[in-house]
């Protein structure tokens, strides 16, 4: 089983790079299971597509700006079950969306994932350049970090 | 008074739209595209090693990094007063080419192709690349990923990674090609030869063979007369990556050449108040507000800019499609926005074509890719055309080569003016009293401003999540009416 984590996201934007700032803790956590890659990405639509290419299940964790949630409160979900599923990185504005390019991929007959979990956490400031990320948003990543490795556990 | 906002939202809420005001009696009153501010991306570069900023630059935006790259890398070799060696210089550019046939076949079968493939006015479940490659075949899907793929590999094998390149550094680079490389990298540039001319055939085939497309193509909704900018080599002909930028006026006569240290003698930017964009323009023409004409120094920079502003292209097949493009649209220089879409595929076979040359030099696998600099840094301007403009980048640093001050001018903020202009005319002309604002009806509006293909990351420095436009309609008391979605 082959498993792709995707920090999804723009690391010099403040809370805009929490997912590679998660990310890099999970490569870096020594207790990855065997057949998990890890990278960090700022691209959606197709360029998001190609790159899961040859997975068979992936997690993509995103900073994501809703309004509703607590600063620094981590979600997962399906990309299949989410309400719009074009909302965050996923969509590239010069392309399409993630759903739309795995569908293009898939008819093409590319090999990719069959499940698709969004970790995702709600962000603060990401309006300005920073390699800093807000505090609440910080302290959330050993939640999120914990949360993804139980999914891999499971994933196995 | 009622308000449609065209709103392409993306998950950091600061996303560009266009708000459209109509009067009481539902004529159309005026529009205006804005574009969000993210703040401080100069200033964050301040205070770096200036050999780190091409590197930093490349962050700014997911879709074209080899461009902010190539000027930052550019720019530095300026700072430091070095001259790259032939091939380093060869290979940057051979990066380059690869990367533009990527970019523009991108453009033109997710975002271009949906509009004249499935029709402006298809639905919106079918306006997308899924359409495109289900009404045209997955076999031609097939060679778009093939493309990406291609120049993907290019840009890793030169570039050091997929994505991102990080081996440019001041004079040259830190790796050059081995003559394996060198084979497969010539296999894949004759290959992308072929796939440019085959989607030049499909752009003649679907959209110069149906009357109803080339009638919206030389149509007055999408024309203005501008001025137009864009790189042009040693004989005035079209390059991605050096040379002086040269400027033709809305007659075709050329007003001057610039090099890049030259261009703040060029290029003004005007403020208005309801935006925090600046609006660039001609400063030895003057800005005479959001107006066509000799006397406007609005100027436009896109690939159409870019065959407007030279004499031709370089490579022969794309020379041949150049001089087909302006017999068969009336002549130089050609004005009308939708043809952009055509310019850019002449574009791809050049940089093709550009590909295979660079690659097939004697030289491109020389050990000499990079001069040592020696003399101490201080100030520095590097200009590409990133494939949605040409794209400035200005450094200053302290004798140690920290940085004090940085500047860019993107393609996209060269193009605020136009892309105003642009979505102006397109929603005066379609919205008339009494008529049904549909969806695809706002879709041709859109059209205006797709053809330029605006990049919010580039112009605010940032990478925005991108989204599908959502397009509101409200009453005049500012109810929402309607919501139309429409995904990319």
Redesign the interface.
């Known amino acids: 089983m082959k498993t792709l984590v995707v920090g999804l ?5 403040g809370d ?1 790079g929490v997912g590679w700032r998660i990310a890099e803790e999970i490569q870096h956590s020594g207790s990855l299971p065997p057949g998990v890659d890890v990278v960090c ?7 998001l597509m ?1 790159a899961l290419e040859g997975y068979e299940k992936a997690i993509i964790i ?4 809703t309004h509703r949630d607590p600063i620094g409160t981590t979600s997962s979900f399906r990309l299949d079950q989410a309400a719009d599923p ?12 993630l759903p ?2 795995i ?3 898939s ?4 090999r990719l994932p069959d499940q698709i979990t969004i970790v995702a956490i709600e962000s603060q400031k ?5 390699e800093e990320l807000s505090t609440p948003v910080a302290a959330a990543i050993p939640e999120a970090v914990r949360l993804i490795m139980e999914i891999l556990r499971e994933n196995r | 008074m009622q308000r449609i906002s065209i709103d392409p939202i993306t998950r950091l809420e600061g996303h560009g739209k266009i708000e459209i005001f109509l009067d009481d009696e539902g004529n159309f009153a005026n529009s205006y595209f804005q574009i969000p501010e993210l703040r401080g991306f100069e200033r964050f570069c301040v205070g770096r090693q200036v050999e780190e900023v091409p590197i930093l630059t490349n962050r700014i935006c997911g879709v074209c990094p080899e461009a902010h790259h190539m000027a930052g890398a550019k720019a530095v070799d300026a700072v430091y007063h070095v001259d790259p060696p032939r091939t380093a210089k060869m290979l940057r550019e051979l990066l380059y080419s690869a990367f533009y046939c990527t970019d523009h076949t991108t453009h033109f079968y997710a975002l271009a192709g949906p509009d004249f493939i499935m029709g402006p006015t298809a639905p919106v479940a079918e306006r997308n690349i899924l359409g495109v490659i289900h009404k045209v075949g997955l076999e031609i899907g097939g060679k778009v990923i093939q493309m990406r793929k291609y120049g993907h590999s290019v840009v890793e094998m030169i570039g050091g990674r997929k994505v991102h390149p990080c081996t440019s550094i001041p004079g040259g680079l830190t790796k050059g090609i081995t003559t394996e490389q060198r084979d497969e990298i010539e296999k894949m540039g004759r290959w992308a030869i072929e796939f440019a001319q085959f989607t030049l055939q499909a752009f003649n085939d679907i959209v110069l063979g149906n009357k109803d497309y080339l009638d919206l193509i030389l149509g007055d909704i999408y024309t203005h007369r501008t001025y137009y900018i864009g790189m042009v080599d040693e004989n005035n002909k079209v390059n991605f990556y050096d040379g002086k930028v040269s400027v033709v006026g809305p007659d075709g006569v050329r007003l001057g050449k610039y090099a890049p240290n030259e261009y703040p003698d060029w290029i003004a930017e005007h403020v208005e108040p309801w935006t925090y964009l600046k609006f660039p323009y001609l400063k030895k023409v003057g800005w005479k507000g959001f107006v066509d004409g000799k006397d406007s120094g609005v100027y436009m920079a896109t690939p159409l800019s870019r065959l407007n502003a030279a004499d031709g292209m370089a490579t022969p097949l794309a020379q041949a499609e150049y001089e087909k493009f302006y017999s068969t649209l009336g002549g130089k220089p050609v004005h009308q926005r939708l043809a952009i879409h055509w310019a850019r595929l002449i574009e791809l076979l050049y940089a093709a074509e550009r590909w295979v040359e660079l690659v097939t030099d004697p030289e491109i696998t020389s050990d000499n890719f990079r001069t040592i600099p020696t003399e101490k840094p201080t100030e520095g301007v590097g200009i590409v055309e990133a494939p949605r403009g040409t794209l400035t980048h200005h450094y200053w640093t302290d004798e140690r080569g920290v940085t004090t001050r940085v500047n860019l001018i993107v393609g996209t903020t060269n193009n605020y003016a136009p892309i105003q202009m642009s979505t102006k005319k397109a929603a005066q002309s379609l919205i008339k009293k009494g008529g049904v604002i549909s969806e695809g009806l706002l879709n041709m509006v859109e059209m205006a401003f797709r053809a330029y293909d605006p990049c919010f990351g580039c112009a605010t420095h940032s990478l925005p999540g991108q989204m599908p436009l959502e397009i509101t309609i409200r009453d005049a008391k500012g109810n929402t009416v309607d919501i139309l979605k429409q995904n990319c």
């Not at chain 1, 996201?9 to 934007?13: A, E, F, K, T, V």
């Open positions: 996201g723009n690391p010099i934007l805009d990405l700022a691209v959606g639509g197709i360029g190609e995103d900073a994501i700006v074009s909302f965050s990185h996923l969509t590239s504005a010069h392309d399409t969306s739309n390019a569908q293009v991929g008819d093409l007959g590319i990401v309006y300005d350049f920073s």
